[in-house]
Structure formats: structure tokens, C-alpha cells
């Protein structure tokens, strides 16, 4: 079964935290991940753009009621309508996570995935003084991390 890494980050970004996303992304669909997020804009989107350039598998869990809200890389939009509830289910979901910049919604989730117990990696997240969490520096770094991750939860 493929992994399933969720891919956090504010709904709107830096262009270096959408470059890191994008090759994070790109590289998760390389490994036959599929990739989870929020589906919106932002990391979200270029997570979910680099993973479609790969040819990957997008899942985007959405806030609202409506599907068209997704962002335009998103395979399989699920339209939750529990606003920011949803953090949790995406958490919950993935077997890891990689957190890329961000704002209160991903400090949600970042807080979220440690109290479950979903590995979380940090990649330029905006958290270092706050959350004590394993950090990387590169998209290769988080991609490695996460997926090995993901393989020790499956076994």
C-alpha cells in the first residue's frame, strides 16, 4: 500500500516555501506516495502541483462544503464542511507529516499530529522556538524522513 504523507503549510506562502513544497511534493509522488493536504492554496497548492507534475496522487481535505474550492491539483477533494476541524483528519489520516512554514492552522496541526502521535517533521517551519519537533533543511531531508516514518507505522 502507498504511503500517505500530508504535506502542511499556510494558505499562503513565501515563494521559497512554495519551491520546497513543490520539489516535496514532486519527490513524495516519485515515491509512490500519495500526497495529502488541505487543498487549498499556498503550500497546499504547489505541494500539490509538484506532486502532479510526478504524475502522483493528490488527496485535498477541504474546510468547506463545496468541492470546487480545491485547488487545481487536487485528485480526490473531500469536502468536510468542519472549517478548521478538519486539521485533525488530515493528521489523523497520514501515516507522516511535513510542515513547511505556516500560521495558526498549521501550529494547529503540528500540535494535533504530536498529541496522536503522527510523525512530524518540520522543513523552514515557522515554529523552532515553539514546538520541539524533528527539523530538516532540505525537501530530500523531509521526503526521507516522512517516508521511512510512514514505512515503521506500517509495519
Do not use: Y
Not at 12 to 28: F, H, I, Q, Y
Amino acid at each position: 500500500m502507498n504511503p500517505l504523507v500530508a504535506v502542511i503549510g499556510g494558505s499562503t506562502c513565501t515563494s521559497e516555501e512554495a519551491e520546497w513544497a513543490g520539489v516535496v511534493g514532486r519527490l513524495l509522488a516519485e515515491r509512490q506516495a500519495v500526497l495529502l493536504c488541505g487543498g487549498l492554496g499556498g503550500v497546499m497548492e504547489a505541494a500539490a502541483r509538484g506532486a502532479k507534475q510526478a504524475r502522483g496522487l493528490t488527496v485535498g481535505i477541504l474546510p468547506g462544503n463545496d468541492r470546487a474550492d480545491a485547488n487545481p491539483f487536487i485528485d480526490v477533494p473531500l469536502a468536510t464542511g468542519m472549517g478548521e476541524m478538519r486539521n485533525a483528519l488530515i493528521v489523523r489520516a497520514a501515516q507522516a507529516v511535513i510542515a513547511i512554514g505556516g500560521g495558526w492552522g498549521t501550529l494547529s496541526e503540528i500540535a494535533l499530529a504530536q498529541r496522536i502521535g503522527t510523525p512530524i517533521v518540520g522543513l523552514h517551519d515557522a515554529f523552532p522556538s515553539v514546538v520541539d519537533m524533528p527539523r530538516v533543511t532540505t525537501p530530500e531531508q523531509a521526503v526521507r524522513w516522512a517516508l521511512e516514518q510512514a514505512r515503521e507505522g506500517q509495519v
